[in-house]
């Protein structure tokens, strides 16, 4: 018997022809019947729904929250406005990323995205590192993206107010009924909104917007692929409770108030080794690689030069915009420059790959 959860659209799912997968401890949809090529191109060209409900939903509230987060967080929180979203990465001592998060600043509270893999350790870490705040689930809950180019006019004609929402901005919404919260923001690379949806109104919503003809649901396959092209980096794969930010190419999620010579440098775990990556670099760098040939090249490829390993992927796939392979990976730093030519080692056979910018696609977000 299946030991893995269900989000609150399991059953639509099924209904809908999805293949469902474990993934992240649920039962998930990775694809429907018209396949992850076809559900990928779609979300670039129209509009596509996600389920990624599995994803932790809290709220963080106290006093100084802002400035309690920052002692975990090596982000700027005192700078936020209200309702504005910011990338965040929750920290270790030993300058590694337990989590990348998404944070909120709302009038009273901050409303934080986790990942569903860390979500039960992220609480634990928040509730323990945050003595003076509350830390709470926001309980019976499912979330939506509506990603594409045609995703604003979708959900505009619901609700014309959310097409003033830019870019890493959120608010509170009713939609058909359902009070919502709804963020411009998503993890393809298109524009498009994160939607909080009560559980019990999940499914008339979901369905709701599939009716419009510029809508269909998109799995979890596609979601990897849209999020690879964009450069967008996949906690356990990309970067983990070992990667810094600044091996990870992500100095930009650190605000310059919080880098070293800034008014509010460091506190956080971990901030001496940052900082010391920062002054005088790490020893490897995320990159991104374009392949020779059609076949892709996987996540735990090694990668070589002159015969000698000085990385590996970490993700790879077939990039069906760029119709052609792509990958991410890690390279030692004096090898990380756009255009130097390596190898991949795939069943014992040299595949040339070659370090190229990210993202492999252009991101088109609202700003």
């Known amino acids: 018997m299946s030991t893995e959860k269900r989000t609150a659209l399991y059953d639509w799912h099924v209904a809908h022809g999805a293949k469902i997968v474990p993934f992240a401890g649920y039962s998930m949809p ?9 559900e990928h191109l779609w979300t670039r060209e129209h509009a596509g729904l996600f389920d990624v409900s599995h994803m932790g939903q809290l709220f ?29 990465l929750l920290m270790n001592a030993q300058g590694g990323i337990d989590d990348d998060l998404m944070l909120t600043r709302r009038a009273n509270d901050f409303y934080v995205v986790v990942n569903a893999a860390c979500k039960d350790a992220d609480f634990a870490k928040l509730q323990a590192g945050l003595p003076d705040c509350k830390v709470e689930w926001w309980p019976e809950r499912a979330l939506l993206a509506l990603q594409g180019p045609e995703a604003v006019e ?11 929402l ?33 559980n019990d109104k999940v499914a008339a919503f979901a369905d709701a917007l599939c009716s419009d003809a510029r809508v269909k649901p998109i799995g979890l396959g596609a979601r990897d692929s849209l999020r690879l092209e964009a450069g967008l980096c996949l906690y356990g794969n990309d970067i983990d409770t070992t990667t810094s930010p600044i091996e990870a190419s992500l100095i930009w ?3 310059k108030v919080r ?35 059609r076949a892709p090249v996987r996540a735990h490829t090694d990668v070589y030069h002159n015969g000698e ?24 730093t004096d090898l990380a420059a756009v255009g130097t030519k390596l190898t991949a080692k795939v069943r014992d056979k040299d595949v040339p790959i070659e370090i190229v910018a990210m993202p492999f696609v252009r991101k088109d977000y609202k700003k």
Not at 30 to 38: D, M, R
């Open 30 to 38: 990775v694809q429907y019947a018209e396949g992850i090529v076809k």
């Open 60 to 88: 963080v509230s106290g006093a100084d929250v802002a400035g309690s987060l920052e002692r975990l967080l090596p982000v700027d929180l005192h700078g936020l406005e209200v309702n504005q979203q910011r990338y965040a």
């Open 154 to 164: 979708v959900l505009a004609a619901i609700e014309p107010k959310v097409r003033d």
């Open 166 to 198: 830019t870019f890493m901005h959120g608010g509170a919404f009713t939609l058909l009924g359902a009070e919502c919260w709804v963020s411009r923001s998503g993890y393809t690379g298109e524009d498009g909104y994160e939607i909080s949806v009560p």
């Open 253 to 255: 999620a650190i605000q």
């Open 259 to 293: 880098r070293p010579g800034g008014d509010r440098a460091g506190g956080y775990p971990g901030a001496d080794i940052v900082a010391r990556h920062i002054e005088a670099g790490a020893s490897r760098k995320r990159v991104g690689f374009s392949i020779e040939g």
């Open 309 to 332: 390993k000085v990385g590996t992927i970490t993700s790879g796939g077939f990039g069906a915009t760029v119709n052609a392979p792509v990958a991410m990976g890690y390279v030692r």
